[in-house]
């Protein structure tokens, strides 16, 4: 998930590649010990092992409960040559997804050899395991029977679209809106979209810069001029606020959590965060940054004399013919808008509890798959902006550190199996959502769901992993 990784545990699936040998080792034998028990149904036979064999990874023993629920576990695809008798270095592959890992396991090099460290990073998918194309009419047909094993193993609840062309060939839902209720999923499901907002946002910051109202280069201080914190306003460009390398750190924490129905409107945000300094140099790095995105609304709404609400839905939505996606409070009856559910100790439970009062610049919108194929659609179209300003918008600036993918304004950008595919995800408890625009061979997919993070991107990947060549 591009908002949301987890750059330390975020990985994927398929169990049809051989095993290979794992070297008879300490650290080979505590790998396949570990892999066991990470890979079993058994929570309490996993926390006995650590115990035992893992003494400083028992702190980490939910985190990594957490993780073997939205996986399905790991199989292994290759032992590195760098592994020696005291370290692992494997591939991985999530079993629910397509995703892969690189996997590394030390132990004590003297007896009983406990486990010293246990670390996965998400890594992209190695040429030699390429996952084949497939025609489109053999895609959806894969599609069809994915979706129907994962939503009857409880992995999928929501709907998704595949466009060739601008027009659906493929467009389903599943699973339910109100479990309680049992109100079924359907195309016009309005899905919580997380981060995807921030598509939207960069889409406005792009309009107000082609109508020459703001310059990317420019400092936030130029438009903000009463901003708290001097350092920030002077340094930080529009462009890092953009592409996550302003170094103005994220929302989400203790203060979010104490204020989390206070904060009604951007500019309650900036009171709250404003006077914080930068995490880094401006341009040193990329981190993903919420609060950069909430700077990039209070930015539209001073310039453009509007509301950010007011704004998007002039135009943003009513130019794509978006009729169905706003940001409405929690509090206020939206028409088919689903109940998110997420997983806690096994059981799934709504997430209403963890929601901010709305969804703003940043994210906490919400959609259907036919509006975010309207959206694409205009996007590609130049109903949103000029042909000039989509590509700066599109295409890819900075590395960001998972994945193999960049970051350009509001989408990431990269290369998947050969075709370039730009978008953007969302994820947060009971909700995850992802929009790919494939322009090489024209394809679109918008997948949203009511659930946990994993339910939407790992669909979305399945479908773009096996594109048909252009």
Same mark, same amino acid.
């Given at each position: 998930?591009?908002?949301?990784?987890?750059?330390?545990?975020?990985?994927?699936?398929?169990?049809?590649?051989?095993?290979?040998?794992?070297?008879?080792?300490?650290?080979?034998?505590?790998?396949?010990?570990?892999?066991?028990?990470?890979?079993?149904?058994?929570?309490?036979?996993?926390?006995?092992?650590?115990?035992?064999?893992?003494?400083?990874?028992?702190?980490?023993?939910?985190?990594?409960?957490?993780?073997?629920?939205?996986?399905?576990?790991?199989?292994?695809?290759?032992?590195?040559?760098?592994?020696?008798?005291?370290?692992?270095?494997?591939?991985?592959?999530?079993?629910?997804?397509?995703?892969?890992?690189?996997?590394?396991?030390?132990?004590?090099?003297?007896?009983?050899?406990?486990?010293?460290?246990?670390?996965?990073?998400?890594?992209?998918?190695?040429?030699?395991?390429?996952?084949?194309?497939?025609?489109?009419?053999?895609?959806?047909?894969?599609? =069809?029977?994915?979706?129907?094993?994962?939503?009857?193993?409880?992995?999928?609840?929501?709907?998704?679209?595949?466009?060739?062309?601008?027009?659906?060939?493929?467009?389903?839902?599943?699973?339910?809106?109100?479990?309680?209720?049992?109100?079924?999923?359907?195309?016009?499901?309005?899905?919580?979209?997380?981060?995807?907002?921030?598509?939207?946002?960069?889409?406005?910051?792009?309009?107000?810069?082609?109508?020459?109202?703001?310059?990317?280069?420019?400092?936030?201080?130029?438009?903000?001029?009463?901003?708290?914190?001097?350092?920030?306003?002077?340094?930080?460009?529009?462009?890092?606020?953009?592409?996550?390398?302003?170094?103005?750190?994220?929302?989400?924490?203790?203060?979010?959590?104490?204020?989390?129905?206070?904060?009604?409107?951007?500019?309650?945000?900036?009171?709250?965060?404003?006077?914080?300094?930068?995490?880094?140099?401006?341009?040193?790095?990329?981190?993903?940054? %919420?609060?950069?995105?909430?700077?990039?609304?209070?930015?539209?709404?001073?310039? #453009?004399?509007? #509301?950010?609400?007011?704004?998007? =839905?002039?135009?943003?939505? !009513?130019?794509?013919?978006?009729?169905?996606?706003?940001?409405?409070?929690?509090?206020?009856?939206?028409?088919?808008?689903?109940?998110?559910?997420? !997983?806690?100790?096994?059981?799934?439970?709504?997430?209403?509890?963890?929601?901010?009062?709305?969804?703003?610049?940043?994210?906490?919108?919400?959609?259907?798959?036919?509006?975010?194929?309207?959206?694409?659609?205009?996007?590609?179209?130049?109903?949103?902006?000029?042909?000039?300003?989509?590509?700066?918008?599109?295409?890819?600036?900075?590395?960001?550190?998972?994945?193999?993918?960049?970051?350009?304004?509001?989408?990431?950008?990269?290369?998947?199996?050969?075709? =370039?595919?730009?978008?953007?995800?969302?994820?947060?408890?009971?909700?995850?959502?992802?929009?790919?625009?494939?322009?090489? %061979?024209?394809?679109?997919?918008?997948?949203?769901?009511?659930?946990?993070?994993?339910?939407?991107?790992?669909?979305?990947?399945?479908?773009?992993?096996?594109?048909?060549?252009?």
């Amino acid at each position: 998930m591009l908002c949301g990784a987890l750059v330390l545990l975020l990985l994927s699936a398929g169990r049809g590649f051989a095993q290979t040998t794992v070297p008879e080792t300490p650290a080979g034998r505590a790998f396949q010990a570990w892999l066991a028990a990470f890979n079993g149904a058994d929570s309490a036979a996993y926390r006995d092992f650590v115990q035992k064999n893992w003494p400083s990874g028992v702190k980490l023993n939910d985190q990594i409960q957490q993780f073997r629920a939205m996986t399905g576990g790991f199989d292994l695809r290759k032992v590195e040559p760098e592994s020696t008798p005291t370290t692992v270095v494997a591939l991985v592959q999530e079993r629910d997804s397509d995703d892969f890992g690189r996997l590394t396991l030390e132990v004590n090099a003297a007896e009983p050899h406990e486990i010293l460290r246990v670390a996965i990073r998400a890594i992209p998918r190695p040429a030699e395991f390429a996952l084949p194309h497939m025609s489109m009419d053999a895609l959806i047909a894969a599609v =069809r029977e994915k979706l129907k094993q994962d939503t009857a193993a409880g992995r999928f609840a929501g709907a998704v679209i595949v466009a060739k062309d601008g027009k659906p060939v493929f467009a389903q839902a599943y699973g339910l809106a109100d479990r309680e209720r049992k109100v079924p999923n359907t195309l016009r499901t309005r899905f919580r979209i997380g981060s995807m907002n921030k598509m939207f946002t960069a889409v406005a910051t792009l309009q107000l810069a082609q109508a020459g109202k703001l310059r990317l280069d420019e400092p936030l201080g130029t438009y903000l001029p009463d901003y708290p914190n001097k350092d920030v306003a002077s340094k930080v460009t529009l462009h890092q606020l953009l592409t996550h390398t302003g170094g103005t750190g994220d929302i989400f924490g203790p203060e979010f959590t104490a204020h989390r129905l206070e904060l009604r409107t951007i500019g309650d945000y900036v009171n709250l965060y404003g006077k914080r300094g930068l995490k880094f140099e401006p341009g040193s790095r990329w981190e993903y940054s %919420n609060y950069g995105f909430v700077l990039l609304g209070a930015v539209i709404e001073k310039v #453009s004399g509007e #509301s950010y609400y007011d704004y998007v =839905r002039k135009h943003v939505y !009513d130019p794509a013919g978006m009729t169905s996606t706003g940001s409405e409070p929690e509090t206020t009856a939206v028409a088919d808008r689903s109940i998110g559910y997420t !997983d806690e100790n096994g059981k799934l439970r709504p997430n209403t509890d963890t929601l901010p009062y709305r969804g703003m610049s940043a994210g906490g919108g919400y959609s259907t798959v036919e509006d975010l194929l309207r959206f694409a659609n205009a996007l590609q179209q130049h109903r949103l902006l000029d042909a000039h300003y989509t590509e700066l918008l599109t295409t890819g600036k900075v590395d960001m550190p998972a994945g193999g993918r960049r970051y350009a304004y509001g989408f990431g950008d990269g290369m998947i199996n050969g075709t =370039r595919c730009f978008g953007h995800n969302g994820g947060a408890p009971g909700m995850n959502g992802d929009l790919a625009i494939c322009p090489g %061979n024209h394809v679109v997919v918008a997948v949203l769901a009511n659930m946990d993070p994993g339910a939407a991107q790992n669909m979305s990947d399945f479908i773009t992993n096996r594109l048909p060549v252009k």
